[in-house]
């Protein structure tokens, strides 16, 4: 069973950085696409950034040059570089992984808050 832990959230004025930290266990980690998905206050959960087991990434057009994915096999670990942090980035970020034949993410962190303030 793999199990996911995230790290590195915390409170930041508006323009600063965060970066996000999810370690995995218990699986093959470079078998695993890995995403980052946030949920603010009254709204669905979304994706914000993933990257497949080749290093392909994608992001939401709502971070799309301010934060940046990437992964360490070796480490068995998931970044989330967030830069020029703005209020609306405010959120609970969820780390989640997703077996390279499956079309779903069956895994999922905890859950670390991200605040942002004006």
């Known amino acids: 069973q793999v199990q996911l832990v995230e790290s590195g959230g915390g409170l930041v004025q508006a323009g600063g950085s965060l970066r996000l930290s999810c370690a995995a266990s218990?699986?093959?980690?470079?078998?695993?696409?890995m995403g980052w998905f946030r949920q603010a206050p009254g709204k669905e959960r979304e994706l914000v950034a993933r990257?497949?087991?080749?290093?392909?990434?994608y992001y939401a057009d709502s971070v799309k040059g301010r934060f940046t994915i990437s992964r360490d096999n070796a480490k068995n670990t998931v970044y989330l570089q967030m830069n020029s942090l703005k209020p609306e980035d405010t959120a609970v970020y969820y780390c989640?992984?997703?077996?390279?034949?499956?079309?779903?993410?069956?895994?999922w962190g905890q859950g670390t808050q991200v605040t942002v303030s004006s």
């Open positions: 990257i497949d087991t080749g290093g392909s990434t």
């Open positions: 218990g699986g093959t980690f470079s078998y695993y696409g």
């Open positions: 989640a992984a997703r077996r390279q034949d499956k079309t779903y993410y069956a895994h």
